[in-house]
């Protein structure tokens, strides 16, 4: 019969007023129901965060966490696997899903089914000492949706395009990602003439792992803190986009109208059946040169680049590059705190111009307390 041990589960880490507007719980997960898509997948008995129960070794907790803002607006929904070994309660893997994303479950109900069910038990960190978890044996780790991104492109080959394609046909791809995973990168080649990593017939993207790091650069003023994406490994590259057959164009386009020529002129140019099959066959001898971004199929080119995508497994970040992610959200959110503290105090400028005292006045009464860095929770 396995060990039993008393476990003392942990915190959620919110303040009382983010506790009561966000959904918190934690469950002893017996087993995943993999033909339910939310929170019924989950079986198992409820407990709050921070309670003491009695475990068996090798049970497993799941703890689910809205991320949901003062305005009611929710963020991300946070997910995190334990499992009892050695006696202690020890993280197997956690997941942030977009808030947006109304089918959370079906993000993380495989994998967990996945780590529940694998007879080989992934390495993973206690929580008294926090290291770096391992896939399940025999477990792969896809592309998490929200791990890809596209670098900014300059003189290269088109950025723009490539995203709005993408996001039609696999917007989950660009939504919350596994921050103890590295991120997907398409970059961009160069079209530059003598460039060092030039677009080629064969190749006109480079797929790369990455993760978020903050910098210090030089600003006009001193030193200044900037994010950038950090290149961790090649993943692969991506051929151009398949061009859209002529016929095709050409049957899109637009006839040719002589509509606003009056009579004078159309003489002058032979008549206006004349006219218009001259100008048809410039038009369409354009449209079999044209070289343009436009003469691609931009949505066929996503969806083989998803499927390419979705093939691949996101190296796990080591502890430091966890680190520089960790960083990177917390300079984000004083970002977000100082833009916020701008916007306040310019919207209480605007309200005093228009005379709107009273609501602006209960603002300025309760500033110092909104403003004040203890009372601000993630």
Do not use: C
């Amino acid at each position: 019969m396995p060990d039993r041990h008393v476990i003392t589960l942990p915190e959620h880490g919110l303040s009382n007023s983010a506790a009561r507007r966000n959904k918190i719980w934690m469950k002893l997960l017996t087993a995943v129901d993999l033909t339910e898509s939310n929170g019924f997948a989950f079986k198992g008995a409820f407990k709050d965060h921070g309670t003491t129960v009695e475990l068996e070794e090798g049970a497993w907790v799941m703890s689910y966490m809205e991320d949901r803002r003062a305005s009611g607006r929710l963020e991300w929904h946070n997910v995190t696997l334990y499992q009892v070994r050695g006696g202690t309660l020890t993280e197997v893997d956690d997941w942030r899903i977009d808030g947006d994303d109304s089918g959370w479950a079906l993000q993380v109900r495989d994998d967990i089914h996945a780590y529940m069910t694998t007879p080989a038990e992934p390495a993973a960190p206690a929580i008294s000492a926090p290291a770096e978890p391992a896939a399940a044996a025999g477990v792969p780790a896809p592309v998490s949706p929200g791990m890809l991104r596209i670098a900014p492109g300059g003189e290269s080959t088109p950025t723009v395009l490539l995203g709005d394609a993408l996001r039609a046909v696999t917007p989950e791809l660009f939504n919350a990602g596994d921050r103890n995973r590295a991120s997907l990168t398409i970059r961009p080649r160069s079209t530059a003439l003598g460039a060092s990593n030039p677009a080629t017939s064969e190749v006109w993207y480079d797929l790369l792992w990455t993760h978020p790091a903050v910098h210090a650069v030089e600003g006009p003023h001193g030193p200044e803190l900037s994010v950038e994406h950090v290149e961790i490994a090649t993943a692969g590259t991506l051929p151009p986009p398949p061009r859209i057959p002529v016929e095709t164009r050409i049957a899109a386009a637009p006839p040719v109208t002589v509509d606003h020529l009056s009579d004078d002129e159309l003489r002058v140019w032979g008549g206006a059946e004349k006219l218009i099959r001259s100008w048809t066959g410039h038009r369409d001898a354009a449209l079999r040169d044209d070289r343009s971004a436009d003469a691609y199929d931009w949505s066929t080119y996503a969806t083989q680049i998803a499927a390419q995508v979705r093939s691949l497994t996101a190296p796990r970040l080591t502890a430091g590059q966890r680190a520089q992610v960790a960083a990177v959200r917390l300079i984000e959110a004083h970002w977000a705190l100082q833009g916020a503290r701008a916007s306040v105090h310019a919207l209480l400028g605007n309200a005093d111009r228009a005379g709107d005292a009273g609501d602006a006045a209960a603002v300025r009464e309760l500033l110092p307390l909104i403003d004040r860095p203890t009372t601000v929770t993630a």
